[in-house]
């Protein structure tokens, strides 16, 4: 039996009737800032080139997929083989100049070719529709997401829906004679309150941003 195979049979036994309480406590949600904290330790070795140390954090990371792939499974929605099915075909999918016979000549070429190739898959899948926040970059780290959030909001010159509890009136007072410390030591004391609360800030601010953004599209949706 292979390596993974062992890591499938381990999560699965870990997640059973007989397995620990804590795993068979955990959910998807759960689990989000272990892989936000597994990443950043990933991405410490790979800025410090350090292989051996780098060999234990993937492994970290891969029980992250292995963890959640598990959870679906048992829930009735994937498994982890579906999961590296569909990355592998889209590999192949994506380097036509391997897989096939298109010729590209160098990287700049590849991914250029990539990013048409992605275009083309999101224009073949589900309809995204014209929401306001369609472009938005990836939702790690919340707080960069939560940032460009608001940077849309403000470029599209949108009022702040009173559904969110956020009063510009407020934003403004606080950004006044804001600077670098004193910002540093305002989300260190919310971070601090969060730890005390037993509240993870990541995905607070993760899914606060969701709700804001939601609002707006659900009004703009009203409004068309």
Not at 90 to 108: A, Y
Not at 168 to 175: C, D, V
Request: include cysteine; aromatic fraction near 6%.
């Amino acid at each position: 039996m292979s390596s993974i195979e062992d890591l499938k049979q381990t999560m699965a036994r870990l997640r059973g009737p007989d397995g620990c309480p804590w795993d068979r406590e955990q959910d998807h949600r759960s689990l989000a800032r272990c892989l936000v904290e597994e990443c950043a330790e990933l991405l410490e070795t790979i800025d410090r080139l350090d292989m051996e140390h780098m060999k234990e954090e993937l492994g970290d990371v891969l029980l992250q997929v292995v963890f959640h792939a598990q959870m679906a499974e048992e829930a009735g929605y994937f498994d982890f083989e579906t999961v590296a099915t569909e990355i592998n075909r889209k590999l192949v999918r994506r380097h036509p100049h391997v897989f096939g016979d298109m010729n590209l000549g160098d990287s700049e070429a590849v991914l250029d070719q990539w990013e048409k190739i992605k275009d083309g898959e999101k224009k073949a899948g589900p309809d995204q529709g014209n929401g306001l926040f369609k472009e938005l970059p990836p939702v790690l780290p919340s707080l960069l997401y939560a940032y460009n959030v608001v940077k849309q909001i403000e470029k599209k010159a949108l009022a702040l829906p009173p559904s969110v509890e956020v009063e510009n009136k407020k934003i403004e007072a606080l950004a006044e004679g804001l600077d670098e410390e004193r910002a540093g030591a305002l989300l260190f004391e919310v971070a601090a309150a969060c730890r005390r609360k037993g509240i993870d800030p990541e995905s607070a601010l993760r899914r606060f941003a969701h709700k804001v953004m939601r609002e707006f599209e659900s009004e703009a949706a009203a409004d068309r």
